[in-house]
Nanobody, 118 residues
Framework: QVQLVESGGGLVQPGGSLRLSCAAS????????MGWYRQAPGKQRELVAT???????NYADSVRGRFTISRDNAKNMVYLQMNSLKPEDTAVYYC????????????WGQGTQVAVSS
C-alpha cells in the first residue's frame, strides 16, 4: 500500500497556472505508471495524465498541450503543471498508480481542489 498526499490547488483566474504536487509514502521507482485524475462536481472521476517509469507521457484530449505531468523518483513525487486553465478544469485532483485498465491501484488521498473562475 502507498499513501498519497496531493497539494498545490487553489483558486485561479481563467488563463492562469497552477502546479500540483503528489507525495508518495514510499519509493515510486518501481511503479510502472503514475497518473493524475480529477473529479468535477456531479461527474465521474477521469484520468487526465499519465507518466510511465521511463518518462513516457499521455494526456486526455481536454488537457493536451496545456498540462504537463512529471515525476521525480528520487523524491517520490509526481507533479502536474497546469497552464492556460479553463473553468472546465475546476475539479478535485488526485494522483495514483494507474493500472492497465486505467483504474487506480491504491486508496485515494484527500485530493487537492482546483477552482478556475473570474
Amino acid at each position: 500500500q502507498v499513501q498519497l498526499v496531493e497539494s498545490g490547488g487553489g483558486l485561479v483566474q481563467p488563463g492562469g497556472s497552477l502546479r500540483l504536487s503528489c507525495a508518495a509514502s514510499r519509493n515510486i521507482r518501481s511503479i510502472t505508471m503514475m497518473g493524475w485524475y480529477r473529479q468535477a462536481p456531479g461527474k465521474q472521476r477521469e484520468l487526465v495524465a499519465t507518466i510511465t517509469s521511463g518518462g513516457s507521457t499521455n494526456y486526455a484530449d481536454s488537457v493536451r498541450g496545456r498540462f504537463t505531468i512529471s515525476r521525480d523518483n528520487a523524491k517520490n513525487m509526481v507533479y502536474l503543471q497546469m497552464n492556460s486553465l479553463k473553468p472546465e478544469d475546476t475539479a478535485v485532483y488526485y494522483c495514483n498508480s494507474v493500472l492497465k485498465n486505467k483504474m487506480a491501484q491504491y486508496q485515494w488521498g484527500q485530493g487537492t481542489q482546483v477552482a478556475v473562475s473570474s
